[in-house]
C-alpha cells in the first residue's frame, strides 16, 4: 500500500473484500428469502425485529476487532516484524477476554431490550429464540473477525474472500436443510449462519498460519499493558462507533415495530438489498483504512491525500451503479421475499419499493461516510468517526419520532439520507482539519 499507483492498490484490495463482503451478504439475503417463502410473513417480519439487535452486537464486535488491527498495520508499514507479532498476540488475547465479556452481557440484557422495542406480542417468543442463538456464538464472530482483520493488516484481503465464500455455501446448505427439510423454523436460520461463521474462521486461520510475518516467535508472546491499551483506545470507539449507530437504528426499530405487520415485513425485505448494495462501500472503508495506517507509518502523507481523493471517486461510481441496480430491480428484488397469501403482497412491496427509491437518489452520500470515516480511523483518530455516528443516530432518531408525524411512514425512510448527509459533512471537516495539522508539521 505504500508504492503505486493509489487507485489501483484500493481497487485490487477491495475487490476480493467486495465479494467476500457479498458473499457473507448473500447468505443472509438467503436466510431472509427461505425464511419469507418458507415460513412467511410473520418469520419475516421477526428477522426485522432481530436484525439491529444483530447489528448492535456484532457491529461492535467487528469494529472492536478492526480497531485492535490498526496498530499491526501500521507496525507492518513501518517495517517493524516483531513489534507487529507481538500486536497480534496483544490482539488475539484481548479479542478473547472481551468476546467472554460481550456474551454474558447479551444474553442478559436480550429479552429486556425486545419488550422496550415493543417487539410484537406474536414475534416475542420467535425473535428471542433466534437472537439467543446467535449471541451465545458470539466468540466465535470474534474469532473470525478478529483473524481476518489481521490478515487484512498484512495486505491479504484475499484469504477473507476464499473463507467467507466457502462458509456463504454452507450457509445456505444448511438452511435449506434445517430449515427446509428439518423443520427447525427460525432457529435452523440461526444455526446454519452461526456454523457456517466456524468454517470462515477456520479459513482464515489456515491462512494466517502461512504468513511469515504473522507467526508469533515464543519472545513476542508476552502480554504488554502498554499495547493492549493502545488497541484498545482504538478498537473500543469503533466498537462503540457501531453501537452508537445501533442505538439509532433500535429507537428507529421500536417506531417501525409500532407500523404493523405489513410495513414491517416491507422495510424488513428492503433492508436485506441495502444490505447487499452497501457491501462495496464497506469494503472500500477497509481499504482505505489499511493503506492509510499504511502510509502513516511509512511517513509517506501525500499518498494519503491522493488515495482519499482516488478512493471518493470509486466510491461515487459504484454508488451510482447501485442507484441504478434499486431502481430498475427493485421492484422484482423485493417480490422474491414476499409471497403470503394471506397479506396482501403488493403493498409490502410497495412500501419496500419506495424506500429503496429514496436511498438510490442518495447513494453516494453513503460511500462519502465509509471512506471518510475509515481513512480518518487509518490515521490514528479514532473519536471523530464515533462521533460522526452520534449525530448520525440524532438524525435517524429525530426523523423517525418528528418527521414521521408530519409526512407520515416515510419519514423513517428520509432519516437514513439526512444520517448520511449530517455524518459526511462532519467527516468533511475533521478530515480537512487533520490533513492542514499534517502540512504544517511536514
Keep these: ?49 432481530a436484525e439491529w439487535l444483530c447489528f448492535l452486537m456484532f457491529g461492535f464486535v467487528q469494529g472492536l476487532t478492526q480497531g485492535f488491527s490498526i496498530g499491526i498495520s501500521r ?25 467472554l465479556l460481550v ?8 429479552m429486556p431490550l425486545l419488550k422496550w422495542l415493543r417487539t410484537p406480542e406474536e414475534l416475542l417468543e420467535v425473535t428471542y429464540a433466534y437472537l439467543q442463538i446467535l449471541y451465545g456464538g458470539i466468540p466465535v464472530s470474534f474469532a473470525y473477525n478478529m483473524t481476518a482483520a489481521i490478515l487484512r493488516a498484512f495486505g491479504n484481503s484475499k484469504a477473507p474472500l476464499y473463507a467467507m465464500v466457502i462458509a456463504s455455501f454452507v450457509n445456505i446448505f444448511l438452511d435449506m436443510l434445517f430449515v427446509m427439510g428439518c423443520g427447525f423454523g427460525i432457529r435452523g436460520a440461526a444455526w446454519g449462519t452461526l456454523l457456517s461463521q466456524l468454517c470462515a474462521f477456520f479459513g482464515c486461520m489456515a491462512a494466517l498460519r502461512k504468513i511469515e510475518q504473522a507467526r508469533v516467535k515464543p519472545e513476542n508472546r508476552k502480554l504488554r499493558g502498554r499495547m493492549i491499551l493502545e488497541q ?44 447487499l448494495l452497501e457491501i462495496a462501500a464497506s469494503s472500500y472503508g477497509y481499504a482505505i483504512s489499511t493503506y492509510t495506517a499504511q502510509n502513516a507509518g511509512a511517513g509517506k502523507k501525500e499518498r494519503i491525500r491522493s488515495g482519499i481523493r482516488a478512493a471518493l471517486v470509486i466510491g461515487t461510481v459504484s454508488a451510482l451503479l447501485m442507484s441504478f441496480v434499486m431502481t430498475v430491480f427493485g421492484k422484482p428484488i423485493l417480490g422474491l421475499f414476499i409471497a403470503d397469501s394471506r397479506i396482501e403482497a403488493g403493498a409490502a412491496i410497495e412500501i419496500g419499493y419506495q424506500f429503496l427509491c429514496i436511498l438510490a437518489a442518495f447513494f453516494p452520500l453513503l460511500y462519502t461516510v465509509y471512506i471518510l470515516r475509515s481513512g480518518i480511523q487509518g490515521m490514528g483518530n479514532s473519536v471523530m468517526p464515533m462521533l460522526s455516528s452520534l449525530i448520525q443516530v440524532l438524525m ?37 482539519g487533520m490533513m492542514k495539522s499534517i502540512s504544517k508539521v511536514e
Design 75 to 99: 507496525s507492518f508499514g513501518e517495517g517493524q516484524k516483531d513489534l507487529a507479532q507481538q500486536g497480534v498476540f496483544q490482539a488475539v488475547c484481548a479479542s478473547a477476554g472481551a468476546a
Design 1 to 49: 500500500m505504500t508504492r503505486g499507483k493509489p487507485s489501483a492498490l484500493l481497487l485490487r484490495f477491495s475487490v476480493p473484500l467486495i465479494l467476500g463482503n457479498l458473499f457473507q451478504q448473500l447468505y443472509t439475503f438467503v436466510d431472509t428469502l427461505i425464511i419469507g417463502r418458507k415460513l412467511g410473513v410473520s418469520a419475516l417480519a421477526a428477522l426485522g425485529a
Design 396 to 432: 435517524r432518531v429525530v426523523c423517525a419520532l418528528w418527521l414521521t408525524g408530519i409526512i407520515g411512514n416515510g419519514g423513517v425512510f428520509w432519516g437514513e439520507v439526512m444520517a448520511w448527509l449530517g455524518a459526511d459533512i462532519f467527516l468533511a471537516a475533521a478530515l480537512c
Design 103 to 110: 456474551t454474558a452481557a447479551g444474553q442478559g440484557m436480550l
Design 232 to 275: 484498545v483506545k482504538l478498537g473500543v470507539p469503533m466498537g462503540f462507533q457501531n453501537i452508537i449507530t445501533a442505538a439509532g437504528g433500535l429507537a428507529v426499530q421500536s417506531v417501525v415495530n409500532g407500523f404493523g405487520l405489513l410495513f414491517l415485513a416491507g422495510y424488513t425485505a428492503a433492508n436485506k438489498l441495502y444490505g
